[in-house]
């Protein structure tokens, strides 16, 4: 079934027949406004064929015609698919190898710089670590070390000052 506006375009150009065209006409509101519209729509369609209608192209103007035309197609045919790419599937590979490998070769020269065997010069040794029983009757001190992390963990509870013999070196 049809909707209004295409009944209404079919009405105008005079294609509906039959029941579909009383069917239509019956559904209408005001018959005479819309007979009105259609003579006006005539008009308008009789002025627009008779001003501006395409003029007689004489041979050498439909010539340059056909050949801007063409030049036209042309342009817009060559602008859609590129020819070619510098980013080729292959050329993707090898720079992402290439990449690759630079990164490995930096990384091996950074890592061989610094011997993770030596000892770092941060590293302190705790030598005496004790509390005075006057000054922190509830401290206690614990000291845990951690060869294989190289890690050393000084544990102090309820000190309220470190001891005068404290050191470190």
């Known amino acids: 079934m049809k909707r209004f506006e295409e ?7 005079d294609q509906l027949s039959g029941r579909e065209l009383s069917d239509f006409e019956a559904s209408l509101p005001d018959k005479a406004t819309a007979q009105a519209e259609k003579a006006d729509a005539k008009k308008l369609g009789e002025l627009l064929k008779r001003e501006l209608g ?11 015609h056909q050949l801007r035309e063409k030049i ?13 790419t510098w980013w080729t599937i292959p050329r993707l590979l090898w720079a992402g190898a290439a990449s690759l490998a630079i990164f490995l070769i930096f990384t091996f020269a950074v890592m061989q710089e610094k011997n993770p065997a030596e000892e ?3 590293l302190t040794q705790i030598l005496n670590a004790r509390v005075d029983p006057v ?22 509870e309820g000190l309220q000052s470190l001891p005068a013999d404290y050191a470190a070196k």
């Open 7 to 13: 009944k209404w375009t079919a009405w105008l150009d």
């Open 54 to 64: 395409a003029h007689a192209l004489t041979n050498d103007e439909f010539f340059n």
């Open 72 to 84: 036209v197609q042309e342009n817009r045919g060559s602008s859609k698919i590129p020819t070619s």
């Open 120 to 122: 770092s010069q941060y």
């Open 135 to 156: 000054v922190s009757p509830n401290a206690s001190v614990s000291i845990f070390e951690v060869k294989q992390d190289r890690v050393t963990v000084l544990w102090t």
